[in-house]
């Protein structure tokens, strides 16, 4: 199983709004509606920001928002703030019982 | 409050096998689908594996199929993860994660510390 590509890196300045993308394939971010984004800190464990595509834990800022169209997971951070600058992750779960990462997105707030 | 804590940092040639340990307090162990997901140095986040609440089920990334050994001892609440025939590759800190459950999204509330395990001859 592959990873699920994102970009590199994503900047923006504080108060804009950033899109991070996921793709993936019909086997995985295409076919089911199972797809997580985190947030890792440097030295730190990831915090998860969204589930199931959209759905955001308790706790986690309406700033966060996620999104599917097709292979492609995206994830949408507005009104960005100094504090969001991190390196950011999508998984997708894969079928039978099985899951995968995408290779991070480092945030960079100018 | 919830923790995992996980065993210390492990130094290992290659060709051997580790073990890490992640002891679970705070909730009820039994209750709740616990993963391992490693990271290289400066690399990405890769999942590994996942076993079910009582023990007797576990999945395995294809990659690690065969090299890996997930158990769980719900009389200590501890999870265990077993490498075989490491290579250099295979250096990364490896987490214990907490899945909250309630959809087949990874929806990791809790996480160990981490175990860097060095491999080098």
């Known amino acids: 199983q592959s990873a699920l590509t994102q970009p590199a890196s994503v900047s923006g300045s504080p108060g804009q709004s950033i899109t991070i993308s996921c793709t993936g394939t019909?086997?995985?971010?295409?076919?089911?509606?199972?797809v997580s984004w985190y947030r890792q800190n440097p030295g730190k464990a990831p915090k998860f920001m969204i589930y199931?595509?959209?759905n955001r834990p308790s706790g986690v800022s309406d700033r966060f928002s996620g999104s599917k169209s097709g292979n492609t997971a995206s994830l949408t951070i507005s009104g960005l703030q100094a504090e969001d600058e991190a390196d950011y992750y999508c998984?997708?779960?894969?079928?039978?019982?099985?899951?995968?990462f995408g290779g991070g997105t480092k945030l960079t707030v100018l | 409050q919830v923790q995992l804590v996980q065993s210390g940092a492990e130094v290992e040639k290659p060709g051997a096998s580790v073990k890490v340990s992640c002891k679970a307090s705070?909730?009820?162990?039994?209750?709740?689908?616990m993963h391992w997901v490693r990271q290289a140095p400066g690399q990405g986040l890769e999942w590994m594996a996942i076993?079910?609440?009582?023990?007797?089920?576990?999945t395995y990334a294809q990659k690690f199929q065969g090299r890996i050994t997930v158990t769980r001892d719900t009389s200590t609440s501890t999870l265990y993860m077993e490498l075989s025939s490491l290579r250099s590759e295979d250096t990364a800190v490896y987490y214990c994660?907490?899945?909250?459950?309630?959809?087949?999204?990874?929806?990791?509330?809790?996480w160990g510390q981490g175990t860097l395990v060095a491999v080098s001859s």
């Open positions: 994660a907490r899945d909250q459950g309630g959809s087949h999204s990874l929806k990791f509330d809790f």
């Open positions: 705070g909730f009820t162990f039994s209750s709740h689908h």
């Open positions: 076993i079910n609440p009582s023990g007797t089920s576990a």
């Open positions: 019909s086997s995985d971010v295409g076919g089911y509606n199972f």
């Open positions: 199931d595509v959209s």
């Open positions: 998984s997708s779960f894969t079928g039978s019982n099985t899951w995968v």
